[in-house]
């Protein structure tokens, strides 16, 4: 039997882009051996091929024109690793509609543009794979879209941007502010020279869409999504959490409610029994509870351009084998073919929290903190009062509570920001159990 | 477009048949709405009904003639969950000669026959699915040939066993001896009534068998695997252990070496920060190190019947595709397609090792024991002598060495047995370290 050949080109040559190329040069033949088929890189598409000269690509791929590329019949498979929502939406609309396969990393562009891609997609008879836009290396798309098929799929909890478990990795185990830790994630190329997108939750927020979707099997409303990102967390949070026994992560949330679906981007106080606990530094781990397999998780490094590309590449294998068609033609769990979630507001999110006022060191103050909780139907589970070192005059009363819902705890904390001795709105974190397996 | 519509036969209703025919019908409209494919259940082929009724599945299901069955052109998949490696490698063989596609659990079937059902399947232009065959419900098999299909795999490490897991999670956390946790696992029903399976590292061994070959896309000898099971697991050593910083799993580790690849089954020590000491009770984990992912980890529950059903049937959807057989054509991993591994001996593995000596109460016994081990290379890490409450007139001298190999560990325990003062063989534990991401 003759092997199977197809070309792939690469556009867009970053970090992502230059080591997807570069491990379908290196390994070629080991593909070859593994795939049984041949993958050939044919072309790298780019405007500057710094990049790609640097990490000794043959400049014979190089190639500027993208049009070029979709007249070459033997190209098959296009992997967009340009970044961003415009120029690489036209471009991957443009290789659709040239009928060709796009593999791509791009998070942002499918948790905004992915229904519309797919239809394009669909329209021109062709795919999109995207196994590398989520948990870099960890193959979560295919578990949550082929590995776990056979579940009801009933909420996952991802720690799924690397910049920021490493800074809070570091803010807990160094007791570095936030603002240190960040600066030597810089240092250390764990971060980017601009940060925002990561640590504002922005990039946890499109992958949770992007998971989201797929679990669930219905279209999620990017824009109605609850994010909060790391990047106003107080090391004082950190240290008193620590001491009631919790450790902080960002995690992006999806929970199948009754209702409809809860979905958010927040830190979170885990107990260290918790089994994100121990997911430290720049790696990602996803939870998925699925209503026949129970608990199962997901670990691996979730950036970086050698772990994404090797997502790039499996689907690269996999278009090449047509089963990324088959099953976008098959399943019915892509945005483009599903209904509208009910996406639950945050108010209505359930659980324990953590929360801080910073008081007026006079008496009374915890007695009309309570009495402000009680009248919100919040439970104490546990309060502490503490000298605090970064106001004059004031100190720092931690509670945590029993489980409520997040809109009791906003009105509480207006409240309570309203009280004489109070000179700033208090904070609170949401506290996550163990989800429960097989809860129904 | 017309729903796709495959008939499903589940051959045997034991605990998992059981399950996968319950998952079938109980959640159709969920399959149905999430695979945009209807999989009905046509046929529950077994001797006994009894588990099939108790269950309130429907007896118009129920067939004790599997000929019957495969004479129904309706029928695409055959769900084999028999079990054992007989009757179960007759049936197999007759479903795959009967052009239909086979999905099993049946890890000692495929460990042991293998490349010879993967060859009939390919004889009669089918294929087998076995995602459920390693780790229960946890997608590994797919992580393997597909979702890390474009690494090369350096190596592998699981906690692939939940009955030896759950034992000793007893062992270290409550001190109780192997037979009394055997014992209450037993009540708890999670151990076989005849555990010898599970303890002796058999289970694991099967696992291990599958995982590799398709790990390294090479042929594996099952007969040549190394396998120590927990069965002869002394609990003092566990508490030796712990006193080291130590928890003792029971591993399976495969590892791609210069020349050739080193596979074991055995109780292994590892540091409490390594990444699978916190998979505790039934659960199992694999960490799988891939050249160009680096480290990524799977966990999740590793039997049952619900968990393994989910496995199960996403093979049935895979094969409804015609994913299964579209892989098993394709890819050259399977192991009727592949070389024979180069198996190394058990001699050559490298490694710490911690080991104990119950000797004399005497003087000189440490000083006999160290020269010993210098002459056979081996360096002391640490050192410590303690009384012991097992032998009279005795004490346990327990050593860990720096990084030597299994062979001279061995040549070395002979030379201290054979010493005066020394009654009993001296135990030894291999000492796992995390494994070196990016090693090369």
Not at 4 to 14: D, F, L, T
Not at 122 to 133: C, L, P, Q, V
Not at 336 to 342: F, G, N, Q, R
Request: aromatic share 6%.
């Amino acid at each position: 039997m003759s092997m199977k050949k197809i070309g792939v080109a690469v556009i867009g040559c970053g970090i992502v882009g230059g080591a997807t190329a570069k491990l379908l040069v290196n390994d070629k033949e080991l593909l070859k051996t593994r795939t049984g088929m041949e993958l050939e890189l044919k072309y790298i598409v780019d405007v500057n091929f710094s990049r790609a000269q640097d990490l000794g690509l043959d400049s014979s791929l190089f190639q500027s024109d993208l049009d070029k590329v979709l007249s070459d019949p033997e190209i098959g498979i296009c992997v967009e690793t340009v970044g961003g929502t415009t120029i690489a939406k036209d471009i991957t609309e443009k290789i659709l509609k040239a009928g060709r396969q796009v593999v791509t990393a791009n998070k942002a562009l499918l948790a905004i543009h992915g229904p519309d891609l797919m239809k394009t997609a669909r329209e021109n008879n062709t795919a999109i794979g995207f196994e590398a836009s989520c948990g870099g290396g960890i193959p979560i798309i295919r578990a949550l879209c082929d590995g776990l098929s056979a579940n009801r799929i009933d909420a996952f909890y991802g720690i799924v941007n690397g910049t920021c478990n490493y800074i809070l990795t570091e803010m807990i185990q160094k007791g570095q502010s936030y603002a240190d830790a960040l600066s030597d994630a810089q240092k250390d190329g764990l971060a980017e020279a601009d940060p925002t997108l990561d640590v504002t939750g922005g990039d946890s927020s499109h992958k949770l869409a992007i998971m989201a979707a797929l679990s669930f099997g219905q279209h999620i409303d990017y824009d109605k999504l609850f994010v909060q990102g790391i990047d106003t967390l107080d090391l004082a949070d950190v240290k008193y959490g620590a001491e009631l026994g919790y450790i902080v992560k960002l995690l992006a949330i999806a929970q199948r409610k009754e209702n409809g679906i809860s979905l958010r981007v927040a830190p979170a106080f885990i107990k260290q029994k918790h089994p994100l606990a121990w997911v430290s530094g720049p790696f990602n781990a996803v939870s998925v509870y699925g209503s026949s397999v129970g608990h199962t998780m997901y670990y691996g490094r979730g950036a970086g351009g050698s772990p994404t590309a090797s997502a790039v590449v499996a689907d690269v294998i996999s278009a090449a084998m047509g089963i990324t068609k088959i099953q976008f033609e098959t399943l019915n769990i892509w945005p483009d073919k599903t209904e509208p979630a009910v996406q639950l507001p945050v108010e209505d999110f359930e659980g324990k929290y953590y929360m801080r006022a910073i008081v007026a060191d006079q008496p009374g103050m915890l007695s009309r903190l309570s009495a402000i909780l009680a009248e919100h139907n919040i439970s104490i589970a546990s309060a502490l009062q503490k000298e605090t070192e970064e106001y004059d005059a004031a100190v720092s009363i931690v509670i945590t509570t029993y489980s409520t819902n997040e809109g009791n705890i906003k009105k509480a904390v207006d409240a309570i920001e309203k009280l004489d001795g109070v000179s700033r709105k208090p904070i609170y974190i949401g506290i996550v159990d163990e989800h429960e397996e097989f809860a129904d």
